[in-house]
């Protein structure tokens, strides 16, 4: 069994924190009796220099869920040095990423674990749609994840 950690970077993310809480919280649950990681998997959120009610929301969160943890950026720093901050804090045999506002598949994780459990040292996640996504988001991604599976 592993210990999981998931890092979320955020950024003035209090109207969508105790929904995305709740269902990530809800994941662990179900991976943990699952027998498919330890009790000490966590939520580790970073916020990133919010100007809102962020990290008194997740202040809150961590006494009220044994799975949440929070990290305080001084300052926004942006989502890649907050996504750092959370890899280099936070502890677990294997960290895997999502955004605060649920755009991510939160059902992947489950599916990542068992990529790890089948011996990948790598998982990581591709999103099958963008619809949703800016022309030029979507035109980079794409061109992204085309080169980087290029071998």
């Known amino acids: 069994m592993i210990t999981l950690g998931v890092i979320v970077p955020c950024y003035n ?3 969508v924190l105790p929904e995305t ?3 990530l919280s809800a994941a662990l649950d179900r ?8 009790a000490g998997s966590r939520i580790y959120y970073v916020d990133d220099g919010s100007k809102d009610c962020t990290w008194e929301l997740l202040e809150a969160l961590s006494r ?3 799975h ?3 990290i305080k950026l001084s300052r926004n720093r942006g989502h890649q040095n907050a996504l750092l901050a959370g890899l280099f ?11 605060a506002d649920l755009q991510d598949d939160v059902e992947a994780i489950s599916r990542m674990v068992d990529e790890l459990a089948n011996g990948a040292e790598i998982v990581y996640g591709v999103r ?3 619809d949703t996504d800016e022309r030029l988001k979507r035109s980079t991604a794409q061109g992204f994840y085309r080169l980087s599976s290029e071998e």
């Open 64 to 66: 009220d869920d044994r």
């Open 13 to 15: 993310e209090e109207q």
């Open 21 to 23: 809480t709740r269902r």
């Open 68 to 70: 949440v943890a929070g």
């Open 89 to 99: 804090t936070a502890s677990g045999d294997a960290l895997i990423s999502i955004d």
């Open 128 to 130: 099958e749609s963008r």
């Open 31 to 38: 991976l943990i009796d699952q027998g498919k990681i330890t």
